[in-house]
């Protein structure tokens, strides 16, 4: 799929592919992938597991270089970014949910969606303020001073949310947000992402469950290292 200049994308993913090497032999996670991903879309990155859906997600989030090919963001060449360039780009773009969480057990709620601020440079009184309220908007501002461990999976999962959005980055990354969720929780999950970009927020999420898949606007299909577009 080509792009020309006059249509510019939020994300172009050039004819990337990734290899490892395993012992002797080498190991083709992504294949010649080529495809985009507009501002404000909900894109479903779907495949079972070993398929190359993961690998793809961490090269997307600016945290693994592809072997060949070029990913641009607002037409930046990201892996053409010095490491440090890369880091600030990440923190101003994007936001992650990670597959498990990675909640920070000692921290309470509150201070662990602060986490993404302290870089910022930012006045504590306006740091809890957009912590509050993002909080409000998942749910959880009567839980902000619980601790991880006091709170259920699907309610760490939207402290998870919580912490991804707090610095308002324009890409919200989402590794399996309801892999480890009961199909209610797994709902109410799914609902409050679609809510997040009705708002405008682009989501990319990778998946194996084809009932998440079905909230996406578009769904990209990852089989054996390559993709099909839906």
Request: with cysteine; net charge negative; charged share 20%.
């Amino acid at each position: 799929m080509t792009t020309t200049t006059e249509n510019m994308h939020l994300i172009e993913i050039q004819d990337i592919s990734k290899t490892y090497k395993s012992g002797d032999s080498e190991v083709h996670a992504i294949q010649h992938m080529d495809f985009y991903i507009d501002d404000g879309e909900f894109v479903g990155i779907m495949g079972q597991s070993g398929s190359g859906k993961s690998t793809l997600l961490s090269i997307l989030g600016g945290l693994n270089h592809p072997s060949n090919g070029k990913i641009l963001l607002d037409t930046l060449d990201v892996y053409n970014l010095t490491s440090e360039q890369r880091a600030d780009l990440r923190s101003e773009y994007i936001g992650v949910i990670f597959q498990s969480f990675q909640l920070i057990p000692y921290l309470t709620v509150l201070e662990n969606v602060k986490m993404p601020m302290a870089i910022t440079g930012m006045k504590a009184k306006k740091q809890h303020e957009m912590a509050m309220s993002v909080l409000k908007k998942v749910g959880l501002e009567n839980k902000a001073d619980r601790l991880p461990d006091q709170l259920s999976g699907g309610e760490q999962e939207r402290v998870a949310i919580a912490r991804a959005i707090v610095n308002n980055p324009p890409i919200l990354l989402a590794d399996e947000p309801t892999g480890s969720l009961d199909s209610k929780t797994a709902d109410e999950i799914m609902s409050l992402l679609k809510q997040l970009n009705e708002e405008g927020q682009t989501i990319i999420m990778v998946t194996h469950n084809p009932d998440a898949c079905s909230h996406a606007s578009r769904t990209i299909t990852v089989k054996d290292g390559t993709c099909m577009i839906h």
